[in-house]
């Protein structure tokens, strides 16, 4: 920059075109500031100028600044093109603005650039940032040429809103019809599969970075090392981060890994993982110490934890944001220090959300604190009326103090308002197909009677070897009998029968489960591994798993 800038100061006529091009060069080198004085000083300006200005602006997420200069162009009498339209609607999704966003799409409809490949992207794009997936979808699917830019556009809008297998299917027809996958695709079809834990597509997506070379990009690379760990294969996310290109090394790969220590129950790894971090010279961010945290409140290392949020703050000066408050209520919460949990709430500088309040109100559940628990899902509810976990912690806690009337009354209380427990489902990946299992619904499987009898055998068979079934963990007043069927065909026992009958022995086991893994299952599982000298991998709503020889890598601390 510094010989453009002494040209231009020795030119005698500046016209509008050079004051441009210092503008892009300044921009193109980060200097936004020095790009806008020049802007500022200019005496004439055409539109190639406030294309440039207000592109700058949005790249340097200057987004409400940018739609302010857009309104200004307008009003000045100068025409946007296609590529100030992109800009300013890709300004209105990082705003979450779909207000502005529509204004600037009904422009774009009226000067007919609606088919114009840039516009259409960055129209889909705003409409799937502002949650609106269907009106994006129609954009993109309507447009009668498309790019790499227009599937990533897709593929990403997808997965963003909750619909991984959407993406994936997306990305199968793009490679049919002959577009190539870029670093941006691969990290959203990855994430997809970690979302759907697919492991089989996983692998299969992997092959193909491989094939593309894609393995030094730093995005790809943590995307694989989280797609590993949440599919139950630890080893194989440790295996990608340490064949990681040095060159592409960066704090969110670091980050990642720690990330997959701290889920699989390895807090101490983490930790020795973090500290290897800051000796080769990477500043921990928050989403470091968000995982660091994390690991340690699965861990039971509640000390450390308490000095890495000090250290967060006070070596680092870092804004701690709700989840790493969340931590560290979890943190106190699982160690049974409740009170200290609920002054620490009570105190934070921002304000708790329900995810804070229920990881106390879980903590009041395991330590069987019934009369906080009442106060606890009192702000909960002040915060959701309809929040169903908290009613359903509140249940559980009054069903394991046996206060049975209580129960009830907060299950009429339910009733009234509408609000329907979220049904515990377990899924099993099969030769690239997903099965899932729900306590109750023995006519979704083809196997289900088979799964049904081997179930009762298996037991049979663990009972044998000492497991006796946990009456308490079914938290409903009932016979006994009929307590002990229900613990029976819990999802993830039905899933593990599924899965012992149709894998060939000495494969590990891996189930998904979307809520937390009941102390019943625990044991079984524990004892199943023993009988099918089995390795069981479960991930449950908060952490994974791993039962291998009659013991779980928790240490029975989930």
């Known amino acids: 920059m510094g010989t453009a800038l ?10 509008v075109m050079s004051h441009n091009i210092l503008i892009g060069g300044y921009i193109q080198n980060g200097q936004l500031g020095a790009a806008i004085e020049v802007f500022k000083k200019m005496g004439r300006r055409n539109s190639a100028t406030w294309n440039a200005i207000i592109t700058g602006l949005i790249v340097s997420e200057f987004n409400e600044d940018a739609l302010r200069m857009f309104a200004k162009m307008h009003a000045d009498g100068f025409s946007p093109d296609a590529y ?53 979808e129609r954009i993109i699917l309507s447009m009668p040429v498309h790019n790499i830019v227009s599937c990533n556009t897709l593929i990403a809008g997808r997965v963003q809103n909750g619909c991984p297998t959407g993406a994936l299917d997306h990305y199968r027809v793009m490679k049919i019809s002959g577009i190539r996958p870029d670093k941006i695709t691969f990290v959203s079809v990855i994430t997809s599969c970690s979302e759907l834990s697919t492991l089989g597509q996983g692998q299969q997506i992997h092959a193909e970075v491989l094939r ?59 930790i020795e993982l973090f500290n290897k971090m800051e000796i080769d010279g ?3 961010n928050e989403v470091t110490f968000l995982s660091l945290l994390y690991s340690c409140s699965h861990c039971g290392l509640k000390d450390k934890g308490l000095e890495f949020f000090d250290s967060m703050v006070k070596k680092y000066g870092l804004k701690p944001q709700v989840k790493h ?13 409740l009170d200290e949990a609920e002054r620490f709430i009570r105190s934070m500088p921002i304000n708790p959300d329900t995810i804070t309040w229920k990881t106390l109100l879980s903590a009041c559940k395991t330590h069987k604190n019934v009369e906080m628990a009442k106060r ?29 009337d209580e129960v009830s009354e907060v299950r009429k209380t339910m009733r009234k308002m509408m609000v329907k427990k979220e049904p515990g489902v377990s899924w099993f990946e099969l030769k690239n197909r997903v099965y899932h299992f729900t306590m109750g619904d023995n006519k979704s499987n083809p196997q289900s009677e088979e799964i049904d009898i081997y179930l009762k055998e298996l037991m049979d068979e663990v009972r044998l070897c000492g497991y006796v079934t946990d ?37 590990p086991i891996r189930i998904m489960k979307n809520l937390r893994i009941c102390d019943d299952c625990h044991v ?35």
């Not at 002494?6 to 016209?15: L, W």
């Not at 408050?325 to 220090?337: I, P």
């Not at 009998?481 to 039905?494: A, F, P, Q, T």
Request: glycine share 8%; hydrophobic share 40%.
């Open 6 to 15: 002494e040209v231009f100061d020795k030119m005698s006529d500046r016209n």
């Open 84 to 136: 100030t339209l992109g800009s300013v609607l890709r300004g209105c999704a990082g705003l979450k603005d779909l207000i502005k966003g529509k204004q600037v799409h009904s422009y774009v409809m009226r000067t007919g650039l609606k088919y114009d490949l840039i516009v259409g992207n960055s129209a889909a794009h705003m409409y799937m940032s502002c949650g609106c997936l269907s009106d994006g």
């Open 212 to 270: 593309a070379g894609a393995t030094s990009v730093a995005s790809v690379i943590s995307s694989l090392i989280s797609m590993y760990s949440r599919c139950g294969c630890l080893d194989d996310a440790v295996k990608v981060f340490e064949e990681r290109a040095v060159s592409e090394d960066d704090v969110v790969l670091w980050s990642s890994m720690i990330s997959a220590y701290g889920f699989h129950g390895k807090g101490e790894v983490a």
């Open 282 to 284: 990477f500043k921990p």
């Open 325 to 337: 408050y969340t931590c560290v209520v979890d943190l106190l919460g699982r160690t049974g220090r």
């Open 376 to 404: 606890i899902a009192e702000e909960i509810l002040r915060i959701d009326p309809r929040d169903s976990a908290s009613y359903v912690l509140l249940s559980n806690t009054q069903a394991s103090a046996k206060r049975w």
């Open 471 to 507: 009456t308490g963990a079914s938290l409903h007043d009932m016979d006994m009998e009929e307590k002990e069927y229900n613990l029976v065909h819990h999802s993830e026992k039905m899933a593990v029968a599924f899965a012992l009958m149709n894998t060939a022995d000495g494969v």
């Open 524 to 558: 079984a599982m524990k004892c199943i591994s023993v009988v099918r000298n089995r390795e069981i991998v479960v991930r449950d709503s908060s952490r994974f798993h791993h039962f291998k020889n009659g013991k779980c890598s928790c240490g029975d601390y989930w």
